[in-house]
């Protein structure tokens, strides 16, 4: 049977469903998910979403909040295994390597349940049994938009799903700045606004929210932590333990600042290395016409799209600056010369 069938048909009587989606979630990440999750409920489901790690305070408002378990609590870690367990069917939201969702990763590796894969990230891993995936899509929430399209199921999204799908395609999309930002983005946003999303309310809440300590520290950031290499048009953040512990930085805090390095005139390749408890987290971006995911994947056990990606180190913060900044150096013709960086 065609997969969408055998997918339609799985969906057809009640059941119990267990939803994920990437560590420290982003608001396509828990967007998607709970636009899916409030639908799938009215559609008589018994629906959990369960994110493997906490997630920024600003995303809290979204329909569905409360309910949702995280996995790396241990008061959560039991009933979020048991959903696991029981389920029939397991949605893997806005990531496509198993190893984005930490310890979860095996657990569905390994479940007899109905594995869907909604997601918009290159280089999908094989684990699931039915994959709605495309890397034209600007955000996963669209593609969720457009599933349950495809389901004829469109009069079920109400204000609260499309709050939540819409939250998703602003922040993908950079506030429909980014090079993703597509006529059907256009078209799809214009449905959700129309639906009753507010769309400056929901801006409001995920971009004017900062607590004072997160506005000093991107200013600490910015005057004290960037480094500006312009002969490799390239500029980056290094962020140590200390400082997060300084500004008391909250998850979601460094979000969005490596777009002040990018957003210098003539620097295509920025980054932002932040030390965490596990080792150097490291996101990049990158001007439209360099591609930052193959370096990622490449050199940093990472990836992502084309102009924003991630990737870790278990090297000390200031070993990992260094080997990237030879890197960059040894790589410019294909990072800035070329279509796509090869790997080693
Ligand atoms: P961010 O810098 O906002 O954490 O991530 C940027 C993009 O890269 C997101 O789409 C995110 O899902 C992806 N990404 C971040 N870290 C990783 C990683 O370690 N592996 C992969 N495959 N993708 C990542
Ligand atoms: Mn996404």
Request: with cysteine; net charge negative.
């Amino acid at each position: 049977m065609e997969a969408l069938a055998k997918f339609k048909k799985e969906l057809s009587s009640p059941k119990k469903i267990f939803i994920t989606t990437h560590v420290k979630p982003d608001a396509d990440a828990l967007g998607s998910s709970l636009g899916l999750a409030n639908y799938l409920i009215k559609k008589g489901h018994d629906v959990s979403v369960v994110t493997p790690t906490d997630y920024p305070y600003f995303l809290t408002w979204m329909k569905g909040n409360d309910e949702v378990l995280d996995f790396s609590k241990a008061s959560d870690k039991p009933l979020a295994t048991a959903k696991l367990e029981e389920a029939e069917m397991i949605f893997c939201l806005d990531f496509s390597v198993l190893n984005r969702v930490n310890e979860l990763g095996e657990m569905i590796r390994k479940s007899k349940a109905f594995v869907v894969n909604i997601d918009h990230h290159q280089d999908p891993e094989d684990f699931a049994d039915f994959r709605f995936w495309s890397t034209k899509a600007a955000a996963t929430c669209e593609l969720v938009y457009e599933l349950i399209v495809e389901m004829g199921d469109k009069s079920l999204i109400d204000k609260e799903i499309a709050e939540c799908l819409y939250a998703g395609i602003m922040t993908d999309t950079g506030g429909f700045r980014h090079p993703n930002t597509t006529k059907n983005v256009h078209l799809v946003v214009a449905e959700l606004i129309d639906i009753g999303a507010d769309s400056a309310q929901i801006s409001n809440l995920i971009y004017d929210s900062n607590s004072v300590n997160r506005l000093k520290f991107i200013g600490f950031a910015i005057t004290r932590r960037l480094v500006v290499r312009e002969d490799l048009h390239t500029a980056y953040f290094v962020i140590s333990k200390k400082d997060l512990k300084k500004y008391q930085s909250q998850t979601g805090d460094t979000e969005g600042l490596v777009n002040y390095a990018l957003s210098l005139d003539g620097i295509k390749l920025a980054a932002l290395f932040s030390e965490r408890e596990d080792g150097i987290k490291i996101s990049f971006r990158s001007s439209s016409d360099v591609a930052v995911n193959k370096f990622a994947a490449s050199y940093f056990s990472g990836g992502g799209h084309k102009n924003a990606a991630g990737g870790k180190s278990t090297q000390s913060l200031k070993d990992t600056v260094e080997r990237f900044e030879s890197l960059v150096t040894q790589c410019q013709e294909e990072l800035f010369h070329s279509e796509s960086v090869t790997v080693d």
